[in-house]
């Protein structure tokens, strides 16, 4: 059971575009497809869906690989993709990895948007912070992995 829903106004820019919706009752993500690919300058494959939304004030679209990636030798070239509420431009997904894109073809689903809110975030500069355990403890300190 889901406990907010927000509405999401989407346009389709490519007449093939498929709208993303849940697979199972409970997913967090929902597919995008793709209906073109060509590369960019840097040599990645990047992916249309043909779609462009509006995404409410207050949330962000969160752009990840599907679990079928692992299949293939690509990853996604900006580890997740953001998409800001002032974004209005095509959905694309950009993939690096083999110099051929051997696995997703026109039509497939290429990677999972998520939707969600996130806090309006105001830093407070201080001098001191407080103490914990962990404390300045980086890679690898919490035990061995």
Known sequence: MYTMSIEV????????????????????????????????????????????????????????????????????????????????????VKFGGNSHPSNYTIGDRIAQIIIMPFPEVRFVEVLELSETERAGGGFGSTGAS
Do not use: C, Q
């Not at 498929?18 to 990047?46: C, Q, R």
């Not at 992916?47 to 679209?61: A, C, D, N, Q, R």
């Not at 996604?76 to 800001?84: E, K, P, Q, S």
């Open 9 to 92: 106004k989407i346009k389709k820019l490519h007449p093939d575009a498929v709208i993303p919706t849940y697979a199972k009752l409970g997913d967090a993500g929902m597919d995008l497809s793709a209906v073109d690919m060509n590369w960019d300058e840097h040599g990645n494959f990047v992916y249309h869906t043909g779609l462009s939304m509006e995404i409410p004030e207050g949330y962000v679209g969160l752009l990840f690989p599907r679990s079928s990636i692992s299949k293939t030798p690509h990853h996604l070239r900006n580890a997740v993709g953001v998409i800001d509420s002032g974004y209005r431009g095509e959905i694309m």
